[in-house]
Antibody, heavy 117, light 107 residues
Framework: QLLESGGGLVQPGGSLRLSCAASGFTFVNYAMSWIRQAPGKGLEWVSAISGGGDSTYYADSVKGRFTISRDNSKNSLYLQMNGLRAEDTALYYC????????????WGQGTLVTVSS | AIRMTQSPSSFSASTGDRVTITCRASQGVSNYLAWYQQKPGKAPKLLISAASTLQSGVPSRFSGSGSGTDFTLTISRLQSEDFATYYCQQYYSYPLTFGGGTKVEFK
């Protein structure tokens, strides 16, 4: 199970930290991703992190503003979002990366981030 | 970044129809292609990985094919629960990218 939290309303230029609590699997064995979906739009991959946390990847649209991290002792995934823009408004999903290939076999229900003044 | 283009973006179909959705990559992705189904208000569900490998529990009426740049998702006989939006995703290289989605609506 994946349970996201931390979403909310934030002003442009502000910051927010999303969390994802994982259970039911050996968290450290899996890479994890954040994927977002703007209202009424398609899916956009945001960031991924390896199981050990030593490798991270970002979409160009968030590079330099967002930071992905994890705490394997707490079975938790995080997304620190700085310099938020209106176009970052979306439902943010936490997703498990399938073993053997970087597609996503389990998803949370998402946490909504709204960037507006 | 590799661009994924799905067609059509939406269409109407009836229960029992054979449905084919196409996904094209801007460069070759080998077979590193996944398909997802998303219903309104729900998280996406992984249907197919490696272009043609059906995930456990996914009905056999779903199938995937293709390699390189051109891929298809086929639903052999559309059921009521299949009306949804379908996305492809390449995982050949980072950044990972999704297609724009194909919405299958009831005719």
């Amino acid at each position: 199970q994946l349970l996201e939290s931390g979403g909310g309303l934030v002003q442009p230029g502000g910051s927010l930290r999303l969390s994802c609590a994982a259970s039911g699997f050996t968290f450290v064995n899996y890479a994890m991703s954040w994927i977002r979906q703007a209202p009424g739009k398609g899916l956009e991959w945001v960031s991924a992190i390896s199981g050990g946390g030593d490798s991270t990847y970002y979409a160009d649209s968030v590079k330099g503003r967002f930071t992905i991290s994890r705490d394997n002792s707490k079975n938790s995934l995080y997304l620190q979002m700085n310099g938020l823009r209106a176009e970052d408004t979306a439902l943010y999903y936490c997703a498990r990366v399938r073993l053997g290939g970087d597609c996503h076999d389990y998803w949370g229900q998402g946490t909504l981030v709204t960037v507006s003044s | 970044a590799i661009r994924m283009t799905q067609s059509p973006s939406s269409f109407s179909a009836s229960t029992g129809d054979r449905v084919t959705i196409t996904c094209r990559a801007s460069q070759g992705v080998s077979n590193y292609l996944a398909w997802y189904q998303q219903k309104p208000g729900k998280a996406p569900k992984l249907l197919i990985s490696a272009a043609s490998t059906l995930q456990s529990g996914v009905p056999s009426r779903f199938s995937g094919s293709g390699s390189g740049t051109d891929f298809t998702l086929t639903i052999s006989r559309l059921q009521s629960e299949d009306f949804a939006t379908y996305y492809c995703q390449q995982y050949y290289s980072y950044p990972l990218t999704f297609g724009g989605g194909t919405k299958v609506e009831f005719k």
